[in-house]
């Protein structure tokens, strides 16, 4: 089993720029495939990044590439998620999951103000 916890989360204006981890614990070795995905109040979650345990693979929602960048550091266990210029329709609690496990963090806000 493995345990996600997201942090990094905040209040940030409009341009800026916030750094997302997920600390994933336990069977780590079932944790393959690493995903972000956001809920904005009223509408559904949807996915923005993904990433293998070996960073040899990415993919982003169109809606944010050029400006987010998902990473992974192994000896930490931690799946990153660096967002820069960033856009008040960013704004949305951000969820950690292990694809495999189909197992979810408990997720973190970021709004951005205009």
């Known amino acids: 089993q493995v345990q996600l916890v997201e942090s990094g989360g905040g209040l940030v204006q409009a341009g800026g720029s916030l750094r997302l981890s997920c600390a994933a614990s336990g069977r780590m070795f079932s944790a393959y495939y690493m995903a972000w995905f956001r809920q904005a109040p009223g509408k559904e979650r949807e996915f923005v990044a993904a990433i293998n345990r070996y960073a040899t693979s990415t993919s982003y929602a169109d809606s944010v590439k050029g400006r987010f960048t998902i990473s992974t550091d192994n000896a930490k266990n931690t799946v990153y998620l660096q967002m820069n210029s960033l856009k008040p329709e960013d704004t949305a609690v951000y969820y950690c999951?292990?694809?495999?496990?189909?197992?979810w963090g408990p997720g973190t806000q970021v709004t951005v103000s205009a």
């Open positions: 999951l292990s694809v495999d496990t189909s197992t």
